[in-house]
Every structure is written in C-alpha cells, then in structure tokens.
C-alpha cells in the first residue's frame, strides 16, 4: 500500500472527550482553525470497536504536527493509547513533531504512569483485552512524549485556558511556516496556462522537477508561478518563496538569498553565510535529504540558479522548483526539465482586462469599441499594459482618447517601459517627484506615514497617492501598504539614472545599499543626492567622516543599516550629551549644519552606547530607530528636544526598553510606535501632553501593567490605538473618555474585565475590537456613541455578557461579532446591522431578527440549556421563521441550532443567498434552494430526508453534506461549476449520478455511505482527488481513463471493490494510491 505523502491536516488533536472536549479543547480548536490551520479533531464516530479506523491513522500520518492533551481520563482510553502510539511511530521518520499539552496531570506522572495513568494501565490489564507487547508499546510511547518539553497547564493554576490556546496557535504557526502566498486580484482567468505547468510540474509523481517560466516583464509570471506554488504547497512541508532575485541581490546580495532559503526549510537560525561557495556546499550538505517547493522569482543570471539550486540533488527527492525569468538563456541547461513561455493575452481576455479598468465593467462601451480595439492593439496582450493604459483613459473624454492612443501607436511594440511612460509623463511635476520616490524607496511602506515625508504645503500627498492609484501606478494593499509591479519601479529608477546621465554619483536618489556607502565614501557625497541608503558591511573598517556628509545639503532622507560593531565615526561629527536641563539654543542649532533639508532618519540596530550624530535634526518628521537595543538611559534622547517637528516617532521591537523616554519636546508628533518593546514597563506621563497625536501602538508589550492615568487628558486628536496583547493591562483609565476622536480601540487579549462609563464619551469611535476577551458587560453608555460600526470580540472564558438594551437606538452599528460569549438574552438589535455573528447563544428558540433588513451575513450558534444535565420530553417541531426569507439582503447564512430544544423543521431562504452552512437536527426538508448559492454545507442534519432538485444551482462550486437521511441528491450531475463534492454518513444513499460532465470537478469525497451502490457513469476529466471509504455495498468505482488531472486516489474499507485492482491501474498511471480492504 502506497502511503500518501500529502497534508490534509496540519495539526491532530488528541483527547479524551469527556475531559476537555466542551472547554479547553474547542477553545484550541476554534483558535487553531480561525488561524487558518487546517486541524483534525478526533471524532467518536470514527472510533468503530477496537479496529484502528483508516481516516484516524490517516489523519494521524498525514498531520504535520500533533498536539495529544494529557488529562487525568487520557489514559483510560485506548484509542488515546493507539493515537499516541502513531504519534510516537511517526515522529521516529522525522516527519512529525509533537508538541503535548499537561492539561490537569504532571509530565511525571504521565512519562512513568503513576497516580491515574498507573490505574489505567492496572484496569487495562485487569480486563486481559490487550497484550502485554501492546501495552508495553503505549508505556513506551507515554514515556517517550511526557518527557518532550511541552506546555504544562498543570502548573499554571492561574492561567486562562483561551489565552493559552491563543499562545499555542502562535506556536504552532510558527512551527508550520505557513506557505501560503497572497496574490492580488486577477481580473480574467488564467487556468490555461496554470493547468499547462501543473501537467509539466509533475505534481503527482515522485520525480524532482524543475521547471522555469519565461516572458516579458508585466506579463504575469510571478503571479501564475503564485498559483501554482499555492496548489502544490498544501502536500509538501518544506516550502520558500524567494521573491524579486534580480533586485535582492542586488542589494543584499546572493548569500542573503542562501541564508533565507536555508531558514525557510530548516526553520532554525543557520550561520551567516558571507561567501557564496560556503553557501552553495551548505545548501546541498543540509537539504539533499529534503523534499522541498521552491520558488525563485525573477532570476535574472545564471549565476542566481547556481548559487540556489544548481544542481537537481542539492535537494531531496520529489522536489519541486519553479524558476521565473525574463531571460530566456538562464533556462537552456540540462537541469531544467521544462520551460514555459508565458504568452500574451489573447484579444477577447486583453478586452475583458482592459475594459475592468477603463470602464469598471467586463465589456467596452459602445462608443468606445472601436478605442477600445485601438488601446488592447498598442499594449500587446501585456496584462500589465493593459491595466495601466485603461487606467490613464479612465473617465477622461473622447477627444482625450484619440490624443492618448495616437501617441501611444508611435510607440514600438516591444517598448513596454516606453509605454508605460505614457502615464508617467501625464502626471505634474509633484506627482512625479512623488512616483519616483516611491519607485526608489518606498514600496512596502506604510501609506499613511509616508504622507508625513512628503510637504502637505507643496506635494499635496494624499491627493497625489490618489492619482497614482487611479492610474494604476501603485496599489494600496489591505494593511495599507503602497505597492508597485517591479516594471513601474524599473521605469522609475531608470528615469533617475538617465537624469543623471547613468553616472551614480549625480543621482538624486540612490536605493542601492552598497552604491550608497561608495557614494558617501569615495565621492563624499553629492549636493544633487536627496535620498540615500547606505549599509556598513562586515568588512567595512573605514571612519565616517564630518567631510563625507557635507556636501549632501539637499538630502531629505537617510537610512543606515548592517553592522553596527563596526560604525566608526571622527568626534567632530558627534553631538556632546546634552545636560537634561539645558535647552537647545540657537547657537547649538546653527552649529548642526549637516543635512540641513533632512526629514526623515532611519539608523537601526543601534547601541546604547551609540551617540546620534550631528546632523540638521529640526525638520525631521521621522524618526525610525526600531530593532535597536537602546535603553530608556541612553544619551540620545536628549537631543529628541531638536526635533520640533517630528511628526512619526518608531521604537517598535527596541527590546531592551523598559521605560519610554520624556516626549515633552515633541509637540507636534502625531504617531508614536512601540510595538513589541517586550521589556516595557512604563509609558511616561508626558505622552498625556502630546496633542497633536494621531496614532499611538503599544501592542504586544506584554510587560506594560497600566496606562497612564490622565491619558485622555489632552490627547484630543488621538484617532487609533492598539493595546492587543497587553496582556497583563486590567484596566482602561476613566480618563480615556476625553479622547474625543478616537475612531478604533483595539484591546484584545488584554486583562481588562470592564469598560469605563467614559467610554460614552467617544463620540467618534467607530470600531472596537475585544478579540480573548474577560469583559462581561458591555455598557449602555457604548450603544449611545452614535458612529459606532463595529465591535468584534472573542470571549473564550464562557463568561456570560450582557449586551443591553439600548443598543437598539445605535443606528450606525454595521458589524456585531461576539464569538464564544455566553448571552441568555438578546435585545432587540439595530436594522443598520449587516454583519451579524453570535456564537453560543443560551437560548432555547431562535430570536426574531425581522427588523435587520439590511443584513448580508448571520451567523447564529447555540450552547447547551442553562442547566447541561436537563432532558426535555421532547423536541417541539418548530418551523423556521418566515423572517429569514425575507432577509432579502442576505448572502451569508451560518445556522447551527443542535442544542435549540425548538428546532426548526422545514425552511424558506432569501433570493441573495449565495453561501448556505446548516447544523439543524430537526431540519426534516430542504426546498428549492436559490440559484445563487455558491457554497452548501450540511452537516449534522440527522432528520434531513428529502431534498429538492438542485439542478437549479449552477454558480454552486462547494457542496458538503454529513450525517443526514437522504436517499438521492437529485440534480448533483448539472452543476456545473461544482470544484468540491463531500459526502459524509448519508446511509441511505444508493446511487450517485454520473459526474463526467461537471468539467470543474476537482475533489470527491465519499465516506460511510454503507448503502451506496453505484457511482454512475465516469469520472470528469478535471477530477484531482478521489476518496471512498466505508462504503460496504460499493461494487465498483467508476471509470478512471479520462480523468487525466487525477493525482490521488484513497479506497478503505470497501470490502465489495478489488483494491488490488484498483492500486494497479493507478499504479500504471502514476497515480498516488492510498488503500485497504
């Protein structure tokens, strides 16, 4: 039997149910699973007699990590025995870790079996059901697991078990690495191309590939290699990304590239490689045994392929490696399995693409058709063209359209860049300056802070980062980031280069950090120079000097990396300590005469022993001096006092601070970084004076105990602030009421059991955030706040809230998320509500929610009775309320209603509904669903028994349906945008229709359907996986000869099919096989 080398699980959990499954253990899962980590916790029903069930072993080996949570019952359970036993099997091949959890018994007594767990042995052979070798195995394993150092609640009688599981899901993060990539939003499909390098890629097989994919830049091959990188991720467990090569090493060079690779694999801190010869030798000593996905991006010479991944067995076998480049050659060697050439966009998608951005719709105007050929005709099915062109004649008249694409049509085809500065050169002088900026410096950078370097006066910054991101010259991601595609960046730099006639020297912006150092040491700068990186590397011994940096008078901004063991500097270049009660005078500021046009300063990794230097600091507006090991003693603060107009102030990760310094001088700071000083203990009260502050961090200070108490005093333009993961704050001082423009507090994972009464006060706050929450009332005074959109909490403690009555008069309230909260009672909520989502509602029917006509998401779940032990007489039939139909806003609807003793019975939807997720146990019949229903989710639904026909759903692409009394599923053969197909526990269920047409069809999975027959007909062409288990009346899977994408095949425990048969066939046809009787 072929055994899978895939992850459908990341993560097992391992219990013993009556121990912890209703507290500690849904608190993990849950915060396991709202990570996104995909987590297998251990179900009863598949413990059948004393068998082994295949879907646990294969959850088991399949999981990358597996977590078994030791309780006092944990060893009086076989299955628990078994499972730690696999665990244990697993762990030896080095391709599992462990990480146990003490819940309520010492290690010792689970690594020796004393107290209960010795009981549970002396039971177990009391009851002569297992051999002694059987139980000398769990011995061994319990042994082997209790003395790995794991998380010991029993020992931390205070500790919070949601917070704990909030620590744990950190953990676990961390150890898998997650691989997923983001990819922006692609506006036209682009299957072909990713379906033609999967078939190449061979994801299927066991053989290492290496496969490259070539093109233009612009053309989208960092975005397909994304796909196909996200696809193959999920069933490998050593992934890395190494984005934009070409310009990395450039700047960091190729051993930062070595180094991140090997991390990325090994996940553990490796020498810092300085040579690319130890790097390469390094590479194929520690990872020849590692199966690994690799991604390089935008490799630009031979030599990059060569230092990473020159030959195929520097990694282990199966390995998988994608190459993109614009260059062709670098592909033509032996070691490369297959290239791809990535095409232009065909004319119907380069018009669909075109047309997203010109016209915000998928087709032309019809006045603009004939243009609109004439513009897809100039770009060249160059996606990013397209986009950029589209933007530039967004909204803009005719006439300008015809102007516009005359000159664009003199413009030669293979000019991409020339193209593109067409939009370029329609922006004004300050816009300009602003592009070139960012193209030089600022990609990846905060939107919001870098509004501060730029003039308000004289740039117009924010309205200027609107026009570039109308044109389509930068993005602006979700975290607020700006975001450039590398070719607009090229265009960018190069159009510096040519200003200064390509001599390094006369450029006016120079990003290159070793060409920084060359510029300021050997031609000691240049009066033309206005922004400058530099990095002092290890091998760089020479004094910067006062000479080196007079003659950059025009430099706005600086930064200075690399080691900081080797700065050197002459003592006329460095400020003396100022005394504390001193005031900067005139003659001081006149005296500090280098870089007079400074605004913005970034010298990192600093010590304390460093003494800043005397530059010009009185404009400065940021100062970034994170990741420095300063102390709230160091020397430098006092010359904070300079600086008048700083306006951004970051010590994030500084973490050797334990206070913050006085801010007394700094009058005009409007943001203020402290994330992650772990050490910090006390903010200092001047921070209460600082009235011009606008945003203020102190996340994850995990050593701050409270806030200052006049806080709110005259920090009346404060519009953000972040206490998440504070977690040792218990209270929010009264005075935070006078911070009268507070638009978002975020307090999650803090200690605070109460909102102050002030809190009324906020008259601007819109959003709060209460994530790991003790709060278990939330104030009248809060629903009287009349801008308030949206408040979202976890309460992971079963802490009953009380949400109150007037929350009803709060009218702009868009989004209520209390997930874990124990509420009794549920006032009547606001009708401006669109999101609404309650967990563990102590209710004993489903509350009327008519009024919220303008919901589009509900999610509603129900904890046990009050009293858990009470029994009813019997459950009343009780329909769905007519007020759900008429929800005609609706999209989302979430419904699990196992513990309503008033059940409903039947149920009529809205027309909008696009995404259906049911848990009623009483729910006998399901109509006619609406037809823009994408995604579908029964489970649970025992008494479910007739459905309608669902040929009606042709957007549906997800279909799931578990433990329910349906004979058929009618209609199931028309659906034809279905991707995934899950039928769990369906026993009545006899024969499934033939699916060869459903031409998406990825996934099918078919478990306990004891009575199932027949799957009719064949399988689709696009099916990728295919699972059967416990189907005993099965008598044969259908034809697999067309079915060309399929990579995977598992058959357990259907003792009608001949699995031998069926391992062959996959065999001959390279299929991964996973399989027994």
């Not at 953990?171 to 390098?197: F, M, Q, R, T």
């Not at 102590?842 to 046990?864: C, I, Q, T, V």
Request: net charge negative; glycine share 4%; aromatic share 8%.
């Amino acid at each position: 039997m072929a055994t899978s080398s895939g992850y459908d699980y990341e993560v097992f959990l391992s219990f013993k149910g009556a121990d912890t499954r209703s507290g500690f253990t849904d608190f993990l899962y849950t915060s396991l699973d709202n990570a996104g980590i995909r987590t297998f916790k251990d179900d009863e029903e598949l413990r059948v007699g004393e068998e082994f069930a295949p879907k646990l072993l294969q959850a088991i080996n399949q999981s990358k990590i597996s977590i078994p949570i030791f309780s006092k019952g944990y060893a009086s359970s076989v299955w628990c025995l078994k499972e730690v036993a696999q665990m244990v099997e697993r762990q030896k091949t080095g391709k599992q870790k462990i990480l146990p959890i003490f819940y309520d018994v010492a290690p010792s007594e689970v690594r020796h079996q004393t107290g209960g767990y010795g009981e549970a042995f002396r039971s177990h052979k009391n009851k002569k059901r297992h051999d002694e070798e059987t139980m000398q195995e769990w011995k061994n394993a319990l042994n082997v697991v209790g003395a790995i150092n794991g998380w010991n609640l029993h020992s931390m009688s205070n500790r919070r078990e949601g917070e704990f599981a909030k620590e744990l899901t950190e953990e676990v993060y961390k150890e898998l690495k997650k691989a997923y990539l983001v990819i922006s939003d692609y506006l036209v499909s682009v299957d072909n191309h990713v379906d033609a390098i999967m078939e190449m890629i061979g994801a299927q097989t066991s053989e290492t590939r290496i496969i490259g994919i070539h093109g233009m830049g612009g053309i989208g091959k960092t975005t397909i290699a994304k796909m196909i990188y996200n696809r193959l991720s999920h069933n490998i467990e050593n992934c890395c990304f190494l984005h934009d090569i070409r310009e990395t090493s450039k700047g960091k060079g190729i051993q930062f590239l070595q180094n991140q690779l090997i991390f990325d694999i090994l996940k553990i801190k490796c020498m810092d490689i300085k040579d690319t010869n130890e790097g390469t030798q390094t590479i194929k000593d520690m990872l020849s045994n590692k199966r690994v996905l690799l991604l390089l991006d935008d490799v630009e010479e031979e030599n990059h392929t060569n230092a990473l991944v020159g030959k195929r067995d520097w990694l282990g076998k199966g390995s998988k490696i994608i190459i993109t480049t614009r260059n062709k050659g670098i592909l033509d060697i032996p070691e490369v399995d297959h290239s791809y050439e990535l095409s232009i966009m065909d004319p119907v998608r380069s018009l669909q693409l075109f047309s997203k951005y010109a016209f915000r719709r998928d087709s032309p105007l019809e006045d603009y058709i004939e243009q609109s050929n004439r513009a897809i005709c100039i770009a060249g099915g160059l996606p990013l063209a397209l986009e950029v062109i589209g933007s530039l004649l967004c909204r803009t008249k005719k006439e300008m359209w015809d102007a516009t694409l005359k000159m664009l049509e003199r413009v030669p085809h293979d000019k991409v860049q020339s193209k593109l500065k067409i939009s370029y050169d329609a922006l004004d002088f300050r816009q300009k300056l602003i592009f070139l900026d960012i193209a030089c410096l600022f990609i990846g950078y905060d939107k919001d802070i870098l509004v501060h370097f730029w003039d308000e006066s004289y740039f117009f910054p924010k309205v200027t980062m609107k026009v570039l991101q109308n044109m389509s010259l930068i993005k602006i991601n979700e975290d607020n980031k700006v975001l450039m595609h590398d070719q607009l960046r090229d265009l960018g730099r190069e159009i510096v280069r040519q200003k200064s006639d390509m001599r390094m020297e006369k450029q006016s912006r120079v990003w290159d950090l070793k060409e920084g150092l060359d510029l300021l040491m050997r031609y000691k700068g240049n009066k033309k120079v206005e922004a400058l990186r530099l990095k002092l590397d290890h091998e760089w011994q020479h004094c910067i000097t006062y000479d080196n940096f007079k003659t950059l008078s025009n430099l706005r901004f600086l930064e200075v990396g690399g080691s900081k063991e080797h700065f050197r500097v002459e003592e006329r270049l460095l400020w003396g300590e100022l005394p504390s009660n001193v005031l900067p005078t005139n003659d001081f500021l006149q005296n500090s005469d280098l870089l007079p046009q400074l605004r913005w300063l970034s010298w990192h990794d600093i010590l304390p022993t460093f003494k800043i230097t005397a530059f010009s600091m009185k404009d400065v507006v940021i100062l970034d001096l994170s990741e420095s090991t300063i102390t709230h003693n160091w020397k430098g603060w006092s010359h904070i006092k300079v600086m008048r107009n700083l306006k951004v102030l970051n010590l994030a990760r500084c973490l050797h601070l334990e206070r913050t310094p006085v801010f007394s001088p700094c009058s005009n700071l409007e943001r203020l970084i402290l994330e992650s000083c772990i050490l910090l203990r006390e903010i200092d009260t001047s921070i209460c004076h600082l009235k011009s502050l606008v945003f203020l961090d102190v996340s994850y200070c995990e050593n701050l105990q409270s806030l200052p108490d006049e806080l709110g005093r005259d920090l009346a333009r404060l519009e953000y602030l972040s206490l998440n993961y504070c977690k040792l704050l218990v209270r929010l001082p009264d005075s935070i009421g006078n911070l009268e423009s507070l638009i978002e507090l975020d307090m999650s994972y803090t200690s605070i059991k109460e909102l102050p009464q002030s809190i009324g006060n906020l008259k601007n706050l819109k959003v709060v955030k209460m994530w790991d929450s003790e709060i278990s009332e939330i104030p009248e005074a809060l629903w009287t706040i009349g801008k308030l959109e949206e408040i979202e909490g976890l309460n992971s403690f079963g802490i009953h809230v009380r949400i109150g009555n007037c929350i009803y008069e709060n009218q702009s309230l868009r989004i209520l998320r209390l997930v874990g909260a124990r509420i009794h009672a549920l006032p009547r909520l606001p009708e401006s509500l669109v999101t609404l989502d309650l967990h563990s509602l102590y209710m004993d029917r489903l509350p009327d929610l008519s009024n919220l006509a303008n919901l589009k998401e509900l999610h509603l779940s129900f904890g046990p009775p009050p009293d858990y032990g009470w029994k009813s007489d019997g459950l009343v039939e009780y329909p769905m309320p007519r007020w759900i139909e008429n929800l005609t806003k609706l999209e989302s609807l979430i419904l699990d209603s196992e513990h309503v003793t008033t059940s409903p019975t039947d149920l009529t939807l809205p027309p909008q509904l696009k995404k259906l997720d049911l848990k009623c146990p009483n729910l006998r019949r399901l109509p006619r669903l609406p037809s823009r229903l994408s995604f579908l989710n029964l489970h649970e639904c025992y008494s479910l028994c007739w459905m309608e026909d669902l040929s009606n759903l042709k957007n549906l692409s997800s279909l799931r349906i578990s433990h329910a009394a349906i004979a058929e599923v009618r209609g199931l053969d028309c659906l034809e945008n279905l991707r995934h197909v899950e039928l769990w526990y369906l026993g009545q269920l006899e024969i499934l229709p033939d699916l060869s047409n459903l031409n998406k069809l990825s996934r099918l999975r078919v478990a306990a359907c004891h009575e199932l027959v027949e799957i009719q007909g064949e399988l689709p062409q696009s099916l990728e996986e295919l699972e059967i288990i416990y189907c005993g009346s099965l008598q044969k899977v259908p034809n697999m000869s067309s079915s060309m994408r399929l990579r995977k095949v598992e058959v357990n425990h259907c003792r009608e099919l001949n699995v031998e048969e069926i391992s062959s066939l996959c065999s001959e046809k390279s299929i991964e096989f996973v399989g027994e009787v």
